[in-house]
């Protein structure tokens, strides 16, 4: 694996699954390959998650983690080539992914979208740059339009927590307050593409995701209807694409309540966290024993260092 940016990077999941499920039994067994190594991890956004378990899973595969807030701590990017820089930019990304390869064996990026420019957002304007000028492997700690990295931790949540071969599994929108981007649902939809799973996506009218990203996947607007029978219920918000970034609607009725809960067969809870209480799901659901978001949580490790581990392979 060259870079991890989108679950297109992915060419087997059960392979990487079973690495990911590998790194989780013997966290250390792995230790030489990181040796000397550097990771630099890039935050142009908050992260708690993110932020914690990937550099866990650098230490572990041997290697030297460092981080750096880049929006408040470095000089502000340019990203347009042949400007004239007379604004609030100091540095053109072109030095800085050059700069900041010499000084690492493998670069992670968090940039979130600007929810306002669709064109740029789906261009993943600031990890695309990198990738383009940096000589080293780049990784998506979320970008844009992707979370890939949760994406892996989410499947080997599943598949660890299923009970049947072809578990039923659904992608809930729930409402917020705030407008929030489609990464963590994109790429939640793309590797449950991949997936031996029966897989449904529900949301009220006005809150498509990217019709390339939900081709030939069932969407119901009906909640109630898709969580009947349901293994896993994954509930996220995000705002409107096709009236891009904006919030159309916060029907409290969305929130996932017990009530909703006993209409699945069992069903476990997940959501990528951070999560508003009672805004996407209620106390009663994320406190009980069907809320698997913890052990999900979790596996971010595992999933930051299969792909830290498959990139340090091929570079080998
Ligand atoms: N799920 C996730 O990416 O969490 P953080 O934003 O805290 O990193």
Known sequence: MKNFTSVDDIQDLKGLVALAKAVKAAPYANQQLGKNKTLGLLFFNPSLRTRLSTQKAALNLGMHPIVMNLNTEGWTLEFEDGVVMDGAASEHIKEAAQVVSQYCDVIAIRSFPTLTDKEKDEEEYVISAFKKYASVPVISLEGS??????????????????????????????????????????????????????????HPEGY??????????????NQDEAFKDADFIYAKNWSSYIDYGKITSKDPSW????????LTDNGKFMHCLPVRRNMIVADAVLDSDSSIVI??????????????????????
Not at 162 to 188: D, G, M, Q, Y
Not at 296 to 309: E, K, M
């Open 208 to 221: 498509e995701l990217n019709p390339e990203f939900t081709a030939g996947v069932t969407i119901t607007h």
């Open 255 to 262: 929130t996932v309540t017990p009530e909703k809960m006993a």
């Open 295 to 316: 052990p999900q949580s979790n596996n971010r490790t595992w999933s930051a260092q299969a792909i830290l581990t498959k990139i340090l392979e091929n570079a080998e």
């Open 145 to 202: 339009t992707e979370h890939p990295l949760q994406a892996v931790a989410d499947a080997l949540t599943i598949e660890e927590f299923k009970t049947k071969e072809r578990p039923k599994v659904v992608l809930t929108w729930a409402p917020h307050p705030k407008a929030l981007p489609h990464a963590v649902p994109n790429s939640f939809v793309k590797v449950m593409k991949k997936a031996d799973v029966d897989f449904i996506i529900t």
